[in-house]
């Protein structure tokens, strides 16, 4: 059964629409890949999914419930956020960073307890930063702060994390290693996660990694395309979502794998 839903959405600032008539699914265990050009509404989508913006019609669901008329603290056990930058003016510890995750169970007056410094122990253990939890955030690199952000995510407990764009500005190791931790969480914890990114090669990684995986693709507010990685991620769509000439080429890998990859060849 379906744990995320969105039904015939659309949102709008004034007369004009942002997005309209989106529909989609995502089941535990999932990961959704939203593609689309700069500008075309991924990011104002995921901020409804989130609950940062209204939708001017349609629904958002989870697990059969309407998240419409659910409270921000609700929501926030619900939905985490791993955003594309997080800006770092304060140097709190990492561990603290991670802690923040806790809000949602800690009441207004309240103090993290010893089972949220628990919960933020294990999310950085499972990310593989446990080594950074006494540095001040400030004084780490863009890549071990995105890590940072997916352990904060992941001690929030929720059973769906959003990530917008979460390898933008990483270099090429930690975009992977990024990637390499989505993929995994996604396997062994069954977390649905949707993703917005303007790289069409992440959809086929976490599939080729045994990730199940579906993309869409939103074209001028709505979806031009969606369903799984190897029906869109045509030549002829890449080619119409962003003006882009491709070629796409299937290999061996390891075993019986079938790797798939996007080689860009220059614009139309």
Known sequence: MALLQVLDASFSYGSGDIFRGISFSASPGELFCLLGPNGCGKTTLLDCILGSLKLSAGDIRLDGTSTSGMRPGQLARSVAYVPQKHDRTFPYTVHDIVKMGRAAYIGLFGAPSRSDKEAADAALETVGIS???????????????????????????????????????????????????????????????????????????????????????????????????????????????????????????????????IIPLGTV
């Open 131 to 261: 080594h950074l939890r006494h540095r001040p955030y400030t004084q780490i690199s863009g890549g071990e702060s995105q890590l940072v952000m997916i352990a904060r995510a992941l001690a929030q407990a929720t059973p769906v994390i959003i990530m917008d764009e979460p390898t933008a500005h990483l270099d090429f190791r930690h975009e992977l290693i990024i990637m390499e931790t989505v993929a995994r969480l996604v396997r062994a914890k069954g977390i649905t996660v949707i993703m917005a990114t303007h790289f069409p090669n992440h959809a086929f990684y976490f599939q080729n990694n045994g990730v199940a995986t579906a993309v869409a693709l939103l074209h001028e507010g709505s979806f031009m395309a969606a369903g799984a990685p190897e029906d869109i991620l045509s030549e002829q769509n890449i080619e119409r979502l962003y003006g882009v000439r491709t070629k796409l080429l299937t290999c061996e890998g390891s075993g019986a794998q079938t790797i798939k990859q």
